[in-house]
């Protein structure tokens, strides 16, 4: 029911209640039954144990269960544990992220108000919030949290801040009035007060009309739990990359036993050689380096004022195609800004930053000008200055304001001119003050001079004021209202469309005699001295993150609660929209569009004004349906279902609420976009990395598998092991495990902000990386078996010849590792760009020169020491196809190279 379109009485009279008793217990236990508790419900949950079960599902995980229990059969102890201890990390940690998404429904819970002031039975009494029905008259006053949706009886100077709910950045006056008006914003019904907003100023009164699960709380909460989640993009790659892995293992193992049963070899042989194909196909490391370096990613990101919720979610970043950002506090500072004013005739600007009190006054040239040699200027100021509620304050060198933000712009621009209270109240004496109310859109306060004389100082809504002024200050002396009255709306009409909120300022002379008369009589015969231009100005970095997302391929789109023109002007300045044309989609236009309709707008939309949490979890949904990768901000409870609903939710830090936060992936502890656009950066450095660590990966099994492969298709008699199964789980593990994990940490390439975001469903192997480890694997399993039949050849033991199958194949990884590391090839990048890297391939090849010249190795894994000429030919025939296979990638940009 559209609660704000009737009158008090005939609300009264709808919910069967009485403003003088309230409802008795008849009435109470009537609709205790019918509508339950005032709380919010949340579905059930799924259990803990079964939460944790359920991470085993996963491909990756299942691969390295596979290994675990191979190494356990093969008698590999320490692998086997090693194995399992990374299975059972990785589970933990994805059980962790998934709990922590169960908490948005009860942090969103907590914001309830745990007790309130009811009148019940004739009696005014406190009672918890929940107990709540229908019909209840609630009290309001300063600092209480409204604990149920009420529609207003009564208001004195009633201010409620909604900022969490519908995104307006200032407290919102109320009032009792019905408002005849179709299809009204939350945010507009300003005869209401909403469960879980708080009450900054004045009193009231109001009758509950709707609790629980039916207050605009209750549906968000009810939008949270309906809206679907998604894997990431990483999640969804390491998915079908599980399964390509656990297909081709599962391929390569036939394919061997098939061979070695028509050549009528034992099981006790195929078991063996099985067992080391399906070690040599499993990537050991794939699960530990995506959490190492997605673990150092939120860390790096960390520094840079992003908190990480969701581990996986940050390479999504990388991945993302579109950022849906919040308006107030994100691309812009949250901190309203006189930035231009008139007086006198004249249009002046002002510059500066925040709450500092420093700042230039340039003239409608925009040039520099000495303020204070401007007599009605500092006058204005002063007026300003005396009728102020606010407080502008410093604390350890940071300025703030208390009170209005819109006031408090104004008494820092005040302080630019070194005009403050403290000085203004030198020359005059505040006597009476009457308080700003949303009926008279005005405040005023009469002040006295030295001289006795006794001044009316009026501040208000433009409009408001001009019907209430007989003159106005210009250039040449006062100007008459009457036939001034349009240079005055017109100076309005320019602030408004730069999206300036006014307030004008204006005094009168006062008699003995008018003391004794009230505001309203007071407030009349005005002399308007001048109009105030308020804007909360674009973050100066977030400007140029905006372009920085646009340099990358990434689009901006602007979703805010605050009304088109602002929004508008606001996207324009921040270079999110370059034409003054460009569509803005209002929430109340969006109402009555079919999702395929949206569907259609939302490719060519960037700015969405006026808009409601269902409009946000719709704009996201729409622009999904197009294959981006959406990255939400927000920082209300009206943004949560979003957050959660986006490829990657973030919340803010600073304004942010519980729910937000809970339901976010990202927090910006900064509430700053530039935030996000480094996030960016790092998210596709990341993938970059994982990337690189699969190409080397999977190299290298490639070539351990078609190693041991060609001893079967090339069969003559009864094939050899080219690898034992230990020498594998040692290179998988240490020779190529270490410098892999290195790559974790490699820097990102110059260009990489220069791409075009990811297609979503983009593979690993995209860009013919699956073609580049094929080929690079196969040929150094090629040269790693001629190692191996080259010195069985020569009448050597089979383990000298695996020795020297071991090392070639070891000395080929180490220096493909640094073709690995760079997109372009290995030529193109400078070497010594990853020190840990450098670090991990000395260790790597030391520890297996260990391993063949001591006798530790030689018993752990079955090697005999090599001669110096072997092993100067082992790193000859190791190294060289893969420098020479990069030079000719080079030369001819042969991507499959």
């Known amino acids: 029911m559209d609660w704000f379109k009737q009158?008090?009485?005939?609300?009264?009279?709808?919910?069967?209640?009485?403003?003088?008793?309230?409802?008795?217990?008849?009435?109470?236990?009537?609709?205790?039954?019918?509508?339950?508790?005032?709380?919010?419900?949340?579905?059930?949950?799924?259990?803990?144990?079964?939460?944790?079960?359920?991470?085993?599902?996963?491909?990756?995980?299942?691969?390295?269960?596979?290994?675990?229990?191979?190494?356990?059969?093969?008698?590999?102890?320490?692998?086997?544990?090693?194995?399992?201890v990374i299975i059972l990390i990785n589970a933990l940690i994805s059980f962790i992220q998934e709990y922590r998404a169960q908490k948005s429904i009860d942090a969103l819970k907590q914001m309830a108000a745990p007790q309130c002031i009811?009148?019940?039975?004739?009696?005014?009494?406190?009672?918890?919030?929940?107990?709540?029905?229908?019909?209840?008259?609630?009290?309001?006053?300063?600092?209480?949290?409204?604990?149920?949706?009420?529609?207003?009886?009564?208001?004195?100077?009633?201010?409620?801040?909604?900022?969490?709910?519908?995104?307006?950045?200032?407290?919102?006056?109320?009032?009792c009035n019905s408002i005849q008006q179709a299809d009204l914003p939350i945010a507009d019904q300003s005869n209401m007060a909403f469960m879980s907003t708080a009450v900054t100023e004045g009193q009231g009164l109001g009758v509950v009309v709707n609790t629980g699960m039916h207050t605009e709380v209750g549906k968000i909460a009810d939008l949270m739990q309906t809206a679907s989640t998604h894997l990431t993009p990483l999640q969804a790659r390491v998915h079908r990359l599980s399964k390509v892995l656990i297909m081709a293992a599962l391929i390569v193992v036939m394919v061997v036993i098939s061979i070695g049963l028509m050549h009528g070899m034992s099981w006790s042989v195929l078991m063996t050689t099985g067992i080391s194909l399906a070690v040599a196909a499993t990537p050991e490391g794939l699960m530990t380096i995506l959490t190492i370096v997605l673990t150092l990613g939120a860390t790096r990101m960390m520094r840079n004022n992003g908190l990480v919720r969701q581990l996986a979610s940050v390479e999504t970043l990388g991945s993302t195609s579109i950022i849906c950002s919040d308006k107030t506090g994100t691309l812009t500072q949250n901190k309203m800004q006189v930035t231009q004013l008139w007086t006198a005739g004249n249009y002046y600007h002002l510059e500066g930053k925040g709450y500092q009190p420093v700042g230039q006054f340039l003239d409608h040239n925009h040039t520099p000008i000495a303020h204070k040699e401007i007599h009605n200027l500092e006058y204005m100021m002063t007026l300003a200055v005396?009728?102020?509620?606010?407080?502008?304050?410093?604390?350890?060198?940071?300025?703030?304001?208390?009170?209005?933000?819109?006031?408090?712009?104004?008494?820092?621009?005040?302080?630019?001119?070194?005009?403050?209270?403290?000085?203004?109240?030198?020359?005059?004496?505040?006597?009476?003050?009457?308080?700003?109310?949303?009926?008279?859109?005005?405040?005023?306060?009469?002040?006295?001079?030295?001289?006795?004389?006794?001044w009316l100082i009026v501040k208000g809504a433009p409009d408001v004021m001009i019907q209430n002024s007989i003159a106005v200050q210009l250039k040449d002396g006062l100007g008459d209202m009457l036939s001034d009255q349009c240079q005055i709306h017109g100076v309005v009409e320019n602030f408004a469309n730069q999206a300036l909120r006014t307030l004008a300022i204006g005094y009168r002379k006062l008699e003995l005699s008018d003391l004794e008369l009230s505001y309203e009589e007071l407030e009349s015969n005005l002399l308007l001295a001048g109009i105030f231009g308020i804007i909360d100005p674009p973050r100066p970095e977030a400007i140029e993150a905006v372009s920085a997302c646009h340099s990358a391929g990434i689009r901006v789109s602007m979703i805010t609660g605050d009304h088109a023109i602002t929004a508008k002007a606001i996207a324009l300045k921040m270079g999110i929209i370059s034409d003054s044309d460009a569509p803005v989609l209002e929430g109340k236009t969006l109402s009555k569009m079919s999702d395929d309709d949206l569907y259609e707008q939302v490719e060519q939309t960037s700015v969405f004004a006026r808009v409601t949490p269902e409009h946000k979890l719709r704009i996201v949904q729409a622009l999904q349906k197009h294959d981006h990768v959406v990255a939400m901000t927000g920082d209300g409870v009206n943004d949560a279902p979003a957050l959660r609903t986006a490829d990657m939710g973030v919340a803010m830090g600073i304004t942010g609420t519980g729910v937000s936060k809970e339901s976010a992936d990202l927090i910006l502890l900064d509430d700053n976009f530039a935030t996000i656009v480094e996030a960016v950066k790092e998210g596709r450095r990341i993938y970059d990395n994982i990337r690189k660590f699969i190409r080397q990966d999977l190299t290298t099994n490639v070539g351990e598998v078609s190693a041991l492969l060609f001893a079967f298709i090339l069969i003559v008699e009864e094939p050899l092991l080219t690898l034992a199964p230990l020498m594998i789980l040692w290179i998988n593990l240490i020779s190529d495990g270490l410098p892999s994990l290195a790559l974790g940490v490699d820097g990102a390439e110059d260009n990489v902000m220069e791409r075009s975001?990811?297609?979503?469903?983009?593979?690993?192997?995209?860009?013919?990386?699956?073609?580049?480890?094929?080929?690079?694997?196969?040929?150094?399993?090629?040269?790693?078996?001629?190692?191996?039949?080259?010195?069985?050849?020569?009448?050597?033991?089979?383990?000298?010849a695996q020795t020297l199958a071991f090392m070639t194949l070891i000395f080929g990884q180490l220096v493909q590792v640094f073709d690995s590391r760079t997109t372009t090839n290995i030529y193109r990048r400078n070497p010594f760009g990853n020190r840990v890297l450098l670090v991990a391939v000395a260790g790597s090849g030391l520890l297996s020169l260990m391993m063949v010249y001591t006798p530790f190795g030689n018993l752990l894994l079955g090697t005999l020491p090599l001669n110096p000429e072997h092993l100067g030919l082992a790193f000859l025939v190791g190294a060289l196809p893969v420098l020479l296979l990069s030079a000719i990638n080079s030369i001819f940009n042969l991507k499959w190279l």
């Open 7 to 84: 009158d008090p009485q005939q609300v009264m009279t709808t919910l069967k209640s009485d403003l003088q008793t309230g409802l008795n217990e008849t009435d109470i236990a009537d609709a205790q039954a019918q509508f339950g508790l005032n709380q919010i419900v949340a579905q059930k949950s799924v259990s803990g144990v079964w939460m944790l079960i359920s991470q085993f599902k996963n491909p990756l995980l299942i691969i390295l269960m596979f290994g675990a229990v191979l190494s356990f059969i093969t008698a590999h102890m320490v692998d086997a544990i090693a194995i399992t």
């Open 118 to 175: 009811v009148l019940r039975n004739q009696q005014w009494q406190t009672l918890a919030a929940s107990e709540l029905v229908p019909g209840d008259i609630v009290r309001l006053d300063a600092g209480s949290i409204v604990p149920a949706d009420l529609r207003l009886l009564d208001t004195q100077q009633l201010k409620i801040d909604e900022a969490a709910l519908t995104g307006e950045s200032e407290p919102v006056g109320k009032h």
């Open 386 to 454: 005396l009728c102020n509620e606010a407080q502008h304050v410093e604390n350890d060198g940071k300025h703030s304001i208390i009170g209005s933000p819109t006031e408090g712009s104004i008494l820092v621009a005040a302080a630019k001119m070194g005009m403050t209270k403290d000085i203004a109240k030198n020359a005059y004496t505040v006597v009476q003050t009457f308080p700003f109310d949303s009926k008279r859109k005005m405040m005023s306060v009469i002040v006295k001079d030295h001289q006795q004389q006794h």
């Open 757 to 800: 975001p990811r297609a979503k469903h983009e593979s690993f192997f995209s860009g013919r990386l699956g073609q580049t480890i094929l080929v690079r694997g196969l040929i150094m399993g090629a040269v790693t078996y001629g190692m191996f039949i080259y010195a069985i050849n020569l009448g050597l033991e089979q383990s000298y």
